[in-house]
Protein backbone atom coordinates (compact mmCIF):
# COMPACT_ATOMS: atom_id res chain seq x y z
CA UNK A 1 0.00 0.00 0.00
CA UNK A 2 2.99 2.38 0.88
CA UNK A 3 4.16 1.98 -2.68
CA UNK A 4 1.17 3.29 -4.41
CA UNK A 5 1.56 6.34 -2.47
CA UNK A 6 4.93 6.76 -3.98
CA UNK A 7 3.56 6.97 -7.05
CA UNK A 8 4.95 2.94 -7.99
CA UNK A 9 1.80 2.05 -9.53
CA UNK A 10 2.68 -1.63 -9.32
CA UNK A 11 4.83 -3.00 -7.15
CA UNK A 12 5.45 -6.39 -8.14
CA UNK A 13 6.09 -5.40 -11.95
CA UNK A 14 9.64 -6.97 -12.12
CA UNK A 15 8.64 -9.97 -10.33
CA UNK A 16 6.16 -10.34 -12.98
CA UNK A 17 8.22 -9.37 -15.80
CA UNK A 18 10.32 -11.98 -15.33
CA UNK A 19 8.07 -14.71 -14.48
CA UNK A 20 6.46 -13.94 -18.50
CA UNK A 21 10.02 -13.87 -19.83
CA UNK A 22 10.83 -16.79 -18.18
CA UNK A 23 7.53 -18.48 -19.24
CA UNK A 24 7.52 -17.13 -23.13
CA UNK A 25 11.39 -18.52 -22.88
CA UNK A 26 10.02 -21.96 -22.10
CA UNK A 27 7.08 -21.67 -25.04
CA UNK A 28 8.89 -20.32 -27.51
CA UNK A 29 12.34 -22.52 -26.96
CA UNK A 30 12.80 -25.24 -29.66
CA UNK A 31 13.64 -28.77 -28.17
CA UNK A 32 16.59 -28.38 -31.08
CA UNK A 33 18.33 -25.79 -28.23
CA UNK A 34 17.88 -28.70 -25.44
CA UNK A 35 18.73 -32.68 -26.44
CA UNK A 36 17.38 -34.25 -29.56
CA UNK A 37 15.46 -36.81 -27.87
CA UNK A 38 15.26 -38.31 -24.41
CA UNK A 39 16.00 -41.70 -25.00
CA UNK A 40 13.35 -44.58 -24.32
CA UNK A 41 15.19 -46.41 -21.64
CA UNK A 42 15.91 -43.35 -19.72
CA UNK A 43 11.97 -41.63 -20.01
CA UNK A 44 10.66 -45.44 -18.53
CA UNK A 45 13.02 -44.83 -15.72
CA UNK A 46 12.15 -41.96 -14.77
CA UNK A 47 8.54 -42.25 -14.68
CA UNK A 48 7.77 -43.24 -11.61
CA UNK A 49 9.98 -40.42 -10.01
CA UNK A 50 8.36 -38.13 -12.39
CA UNK A 51 5.20 -39.41 -11.41
CA UNK A 52 6.04 -38.87 -7.53
CA UNK A 53 7.04 -35.95 -7.99
CA UNK A 54 3.81 -34.78 -9.40
CA UNK A 55 1.56 -36.51 -6.67
CA UNK A 56 4.35 -34.20 -3.95
CA UNK A 57 3.29 -31.17 -5.83
CA UNK A 58 -0.27 -32.40 -6.00
CA UNK A 59 -0.57 -32.74 -2.28
CA UNK A 60 1.35 -29.56 -1.37
CA UNK A 61 -0.44 -27.01 -3.36
CA UNK A 62 -4.27 -29.22 -1.97
CA UNK A 63 -2.68 -28.39 1.73
CA UNK A 64 -1.97 -25.08 0.82
CA UNK A 65 -5.17 -24.37 -0.20
CA UNK A 66 -6.88 -26.25 2.67
CA UNK A 67 -4.56 -24.42 5.17
CA UNK A 68 -5.73 -20.68 3.32
CA UNK A 69 -9.16 -21.67 3.40
CA UNK A 70 -8.60 -22.40 7.56
CA UNK A 71 -7.37 -19.31 7.46
CA UNK A 72 -10.02 -17.25 5.64
CA UNK A 73 -12.45 -19.20 8.25
CA UNK A 74 -10.40 -18.65 11.46
CA UNK A 75 -10.23 -14.66 10.42
CA UNK A 76 -14.05 -14.76 9.76
CA UNK A 77 -14.80 -16.22 13.07
CA UNK A 78 -12.43 -13.69 14.84
CA UNK A 79 -14.21 -11.00 12.98
CA UNK A 80 -17.05 -11.73 14.06
CA UNK A 81 -16.55 -11.95 18.06
CA UNK A 82 -14.36 -9.21 17.70
CA UNK A 83 -17.34 -6.78 18.56
CA UNK A 84 -16.57 -3.35 19.22
CA UNK A 85 -12.85 -4.06 19.53
CA UNK A 86 -11.39 -2.12 16.40
CA UNK A 87 -7.65 -4.23 16.92
CA UNK A 88 -8.92 -7.37 16.94
CA UNK A 89 -11.58 -6.49 13.70
CA UNK A 90 -8.43 -5.17 12.51
CA UNK A 91 -6.09 -8.24 13.23
CA UNK A 92 -9.02 -10.38 11.59
CA UNK A 93 -9.58 -8.48 8.60
CA UNK A 94 -5.57 -9.07 8.19
CA UNK A 95 -5.84 -12.35 8.56
CA UNK A 96 -8.57 -12.88 5.94
CA UNK A 97 -6.40 -11.00 3.72
CA UNK A 98 -3.37 -12.92 4.41
CA UNK A 99 -5.48 -16.28 3.92
CA UNK A 100 -6.82 -14.38 0.33
CA UNK A 101 -3.44 -13.85 -0.87
CA UNK A 102 -2.29 -17.12 0.27
CA UNK A 103 -5.09 -18.79 -2.08
CA UNK A 104 -3.94 -16.86 -4.87
CA UNK A 105 -0.56 -17.84 -4.50
CA UNK A 106 -2.00 -21.54 -4.37
CA UNK A 107 -3.73 -20.92 -7.94
CA UNK A 108 -1.01 -19.33 -9.56
CA UNK A 109 1.50 -22.49 -7.88
CA UNK A 110 -1.12 -24.53 -9.52
CA UNK A 111 -1.07 -22.96 -13.24
CA UNK A 112 2.92 -22.78 -13.16
CA UNK A 113 3.35 -26.46 -12.42
CA UNK A 114 0.23 -27.45 -15.16
CA UNK A 115 2.01 -24.93 -17.52
CA UNK A 116 5.33 -26.34 -17.09
CA UNK A 117 4.37 -29.63 -17.08
CA UNK A 118 2.21 -29.28 -20.20
CA UNK A 119 5.80 -28.09 -22.10
CA UNK A 120 7.47 -30.94 -21.08
CA UNK A 121 4.82 -33.44 -21.89
CA UNK A 122 4.39 -31.52 -25.65
CA UNK A 123 8.27 -31.67 -26.11
CA UNK A 124 8.65 -35.30 -24.96
CA UNK A 125 10.63 -34.80 -22.13
CA UNK A 126 8.25 -36.39 -19.79
CA UNK A 127 5.18 -38.95 -19.79
CA UNK A 128 1.87 -37.05 -18.46
CA UNK A 129 2.00 -37.44 -14.59
CA UNK A 130 -1.91 -38.01 -14.43
Known amino acids: MSDL ?3 RPFPYRRL ?8 FWLVAASPVLGADSVPSGAREALAPV ?10 AIGL ?7 VIVWGGIEKM ?11 AQRRISNGI ?3 VWMVVASVVVSVISA ?12
Request: with cysteine.
Open 119 to 130: IAVAYGLIEKPF
Open 5 to 7: RLG
Open 50 to 59: TRMIGTMVAI
Open 16 to 23: IAAFALAL
Open 101 to 103: MGL
Open 64 to 70: GIAICTA
Open 81 to 91: LAGANSEAEHK
